[in-house]
């Protein structure tokens, strides 16, 4: 066998064994979508640069993409930018060279992740990405000594890599400068959107309009097209417009619940929505929210989050499973038998927060509360002091740090947390004040100030004004009804609640979400 056909073979027995690791991974949709847009992102950096000999944004977006995402989705977001980008460049022997060592930078990135904790800085990984650049020129400096090289001697290959030695530097250098450039703001983007639930969303829209709709590879596209422009219109869910006493939300409560256990699939989980394949994301919360109106899980439902925790790495999906496991009255351990909070605790950075993020930090702190870790315990300290820390001038608090837009759902996740924390005074009050000015003359809160109402904002709204102990019946800006009342009015028929007035879609987490506020519960377990 020649060199050439026995390179090849290692390096295609290779590429199937990536992509038969993604796909044993069982990516979500919304996780396919975000790959493909990342691919067609690294694809279009390799276009966009292609003047500049070998500088391209290539290398850094596969990696940051392996750092948040895991070894996997980044090995794919790798291999499909090659492929794709030599659409444009040609096809050739190169390629699948190429798909190997960017899907290798894709894997060195998860591998960095699991040793920082997530934790690097700016200038670490910059540094990362330019070793990654040298890296790829070696493989590329390889595939050029395979397959065009007549002596496969180690003296051929040293001056294949002298002669390719500057235009490898000049990739690694513009990995450097391109990373701190856009290398930090990148990875909050991705950790953002892992640590949050991704729905799809579908304004109510004629049908003419329906027709026409996108390719699923459009999701993310639409979704902020949808939050930015949707605007409160008529009309409304046929559910108690008055669940502002504590009777019609205990009755809300009731018909919320029945649906969750109605939707509950054989495997004791549940899908994005009802009849849907489960996943962990939407039984995590649909237990947390049965378990926050006194509902019991089933053991089948226990075993599915703790199989499913067995395959969790991040910390958000952590953070989840022990919330879930509380609410349904069981230890946090998954079927490995690992303590899924000794797991959790070694996340925390030494500033007590959880990959820098006030979000993540504030469920971070959830999940050692409803763990047993009170408000004595070191980690639950340092989580409630940096969490506290990260309030804005207007009382708010952002996804990530200070000095980001303050959102409502932020700042309820971070006004809990620091209540769960045995923190109080003037933050607690000033938080809860930036929540009640931001209230919408329908009752609702909105995703971020002067948007429409929406059923999860407004739920984690009345779980922080519950915690903050705020009468939420008595929550009327401007003589509006109560939150409780604007949510009551989003519950259909058959018990589940549409995410707002104008979008019908109802998927389960928002109905999951929407019970614990019926139930008028701080943030389930969070003390």
């Known amino acids: 066998m020649s060199w050439t056909v026995a390179s090849f073979t290692i390096l295609f027995l290779a590429l199937s064994v990536g992509f038969g690791w993604y796909e044993r991974s069982a990516p979500s949709t919304k996780v396919l979508a975000l790959v493909a847009t990342l691919a067609a992102?690294?694809?279009?950096?390799?276009?966009?640069?292609?003047?500049?000999?070998?500088?391209?944004?290539?290398?850094?977006?596969?990696?940051?993409?392996?750092?948040?995402?895991?070894?996997?989705?980044?090995?794919?977001?790798?291999?499909?930018?090659?492929l794709a980008s030599n659409i444009f460049f040609g096809q050739g022997p190169w390629t699948p060279f190429q798909m190997g060592a960017w899907g290798l930078c894709g894997i060195f990135g998860a591998t960095l992740a699991v040793l920082s904790r997530r934790g690097m800085g700016r200038w670490s990984l910059a540094l990362c990405c330019g070793l990654a650049g040298l890296g790829f020129g070696a493989i590329m400096d390889f595939q050029t000594w395979v397959s065009l090289s007549g002596s496969h001697t180690f003296a051929q290959y040293g001056v294949i890599s002298g002669v390719s030695l500057s235009y490898n530097v000049a990739h690694a250098v513009g990995n450097v400068v391109f990373c701190l450039a856009f290398g930090p703001g990148f990875v909050r983007a991705l950790q953002r959107f892992r640590t949050r639930m991704s729905v799809r969303w579908e304004p109510a829209v004629p049908a003419s309009v329906a027709a026409a709709r996108l390719p699923v590879a459009g999701i993310v596209a639409v979704l902020a097209v949808a939050v930015a422009t949707l605007a409160i219109g008529p009309g409304g869910g046929t559910g108690p417009l008055?669940?502002?006493?504590?009777?019609?939300?205990?009755?809300?409560?009731?018909?919320?619940?029945?649906?969750?256990?109605?939707?509950?699939?054989?495997?004791?989980?549940?899908?994005?929505?009802?009849?849907?394949?489960?996943?962990?994301?939407?039984?995590?919360?649909?237990?947390?929210?049965?378990?926050?109106?006194?509902?019991?899980?089933?053991?089948r439902t226990v075993t599915f989050i703790?199989?499913?925790?067995?395959?969790q790495s991040g910390a958000g999906d952590l953070e989840r499973s022990i919330l879930a496991l509380r609410a349904c009255g069981i230890r946090a351990r998954d079927s490995k038998g690992r303590v899924l909070l000794r797991v959790l605790r070694s996340r925390q950075r030494p500033d007590g927060s959880v990959s820098g993020l006030t979000n993540q930090t504030a469920f971070f702190l959830f999940a050692l509360r409803a763990g047993g870790a009170g408000t004595a315990d070191g980690g639950v300290k340092r989580a409630g002091r940096f969490v506290a820390a990260q309030q804005n001038a207007d009382g708010g608090f952002n996804f990530a740090r200070k000095g980001g837009a303050?959102?409502?759902?932020?700042?309820?996740?971070?006004?809990?947390?620091?209540?769960?924390?045995?923190?109080?005074?003037?933050?607690?009050?000033?938080?809860?004040?930036?929540?009640?000015?931001?209230?919408?003359r329908d009752g609702g809160f909105p995703l971020s100030p002067s948007a429409p109402s929406n059923a999860q904002s407004t739920a984690f709204a009345v779980q922080a004004l519950v915690a903050a102990k705020v009468n939420v019946d008595r929550v009327r800006r401007g003589g509006s009804r109560p939150p409780l009342g604007y949510l009551g009015s989003l519950i259909q028929r058959d018990g589940s609640v549409r995410y707002s007035r104008t979008i019908v879609q109802t998927p389960v987490w928002v109905t999951a979400q929407a019970l614990v506020a019926f139930a008028r519960r701080p943030f389930p377990f969070s003390g």
């Open 406 to 440: 303050s959102g409502i759902d932020d700042t309820a996740a971070a006004l809990q947390a620091i209540i769960a924390a045995g923190r109080g005074g003037r933050a607690v009050s000033r938080a809860a004040a930036f929540l009640r000015a931001r209230q919408n």
């Open 306 to 311: 703790r199989r499913a925790a067995s395959r």
């Open 242 to 299: 008055g669940a502002d006493t504590a009777g019609a939300a205990a009755s809300a409560a009731s018909r919320t619940s029945g649906y969750l256990q109605r939707a509950r699939n054989p495997d004791g989980g549940w899908g994005a929505a009802k009849g849907q394949s489960s996943t962990a994301l939407h039984t995590a919360w649909s237990a947390i929210g049965l378990g926050a109106a006194g509902r019991s899980c089933p053991s």
């Open 41 to 82: 992102l690294a694809a279009i950096g390799r276009v966009a640069f292609a003047p500049l000999p070998n500088v391209k944004p290539t290398t850094d977006i596969v990696l940051l993409s392996g750092y948040v995402l895991g070894g996997p989705p980044g090995f794919a977001v790798g291999a499909v930018a090659a």
